[in-house]
């Protein structure tokens, strides 16, 4: 079996196109290449919507010609539910969009947003992975519904039309929001190099929050150098093969 690892820009708009940039380059050249995936929100915070910046959406289509995996991430990654649960509560400030949502309502936000990102980059997306890592059961109905291949949450990646599991174990990500997160995130990423060799499949997730911060882009690059090692910069198709 092939060990593979995955790794991901989240929260990719216009909003954060500096950051995104910054994470790109810093990703090829770890990985040799455009080996990894890209999650696209339509509107981050209904302030930067895609479908009115057209030079970001070139962008775009540029990555994904040159083999940068792009996924839908939501729609406004804003969580307006007016009740929330413990994860939206404890897991994420705010951003889990897709939480609390009925069938109906995450089914009309992926259709909405899955044809602003599919004309952007001229092609289908390669899947639908929720905000914050974040679903209700009905939006797993409604992503499995949607006909996605493929889908992922804090634990594993899925094909959403079989529920077949496709890869088990837990992101590597970093927290920027507050020193505690911060310290946190690096002691679970310094945890995980010392102890995720042995899994088939390890996943990394950056964000456009760690660029600030350069205490995580050294664990990020400890990371990634870590894991290219061992496993093979990939793409979350190959799951599929």
């Known amino acids: 079996m092939t060990r593979r690892l995955l790794a991901s820009i989240h929260d990719v708009g216009p909003k954060f196109e500096g950051q995104v940039d910054a994470l ?5 050249n770890a990985l040799g290449g455009p080996r990894f995936a890209m ?22 289509r540029r990555w994904a010609d040159a083999g940068v995996e792009m996924f839908l991430h939501g729609w406004r990654h804003r969580d307006d539910a007016q009740t929330k649960g413990f994860a939206q509560r404890h897991m994420t400030a705010g951003e889990g969009e897709f939480a609390g949502l009925s069938k109906v309502e995450a089914a009309m ?14 092609r289908p997306v390669a899947g639908f992975i929720a905000p914050a890592w974040l679903y209700s059961p009905g939006a797993v109905d409604a992503v499995r519904e949607a006909g996605f291949a493929l889908a992922e949450d804090h634990m594993k990646v899925w094909a959403p039309g079989t529920a077949r599991v496709l890869a088990r174990g837990p992101v590597i990500t970093w927290a920027s929001r507050s020193p505690a997160r911060i310290k946190s995130s690096l002691m679970f990423s310094s945890l995980a190099r010392a102890t995720l060799g042995i899994v088939p499949t390890v996943r990394v997730a950056v964000h456009p929050g760690d660029v600030s911060v350069p205490e995580l882009l050294a664990s990020i690059d400890a990371t990634l150098h870590r894991f290219s090692r061992s496993h093979v910069p990939s793409r979350y198709a190959d799951l599929l093969a």
């Open 24 to 28: 790109s380059d810093r990703l090829s």
């Open 39 to 60: 999650l696209v929100v339509p509107d981050h915070w209904d302030e930067a919507p895609l479908s009115a910046s057209p030079a970001f959406a070139a962008r775009l």
């Open 109 to 122: 936000l992926i259709a909405d947003g899955r044809k602003v990102v599919e004309d952007a980059i001229g």
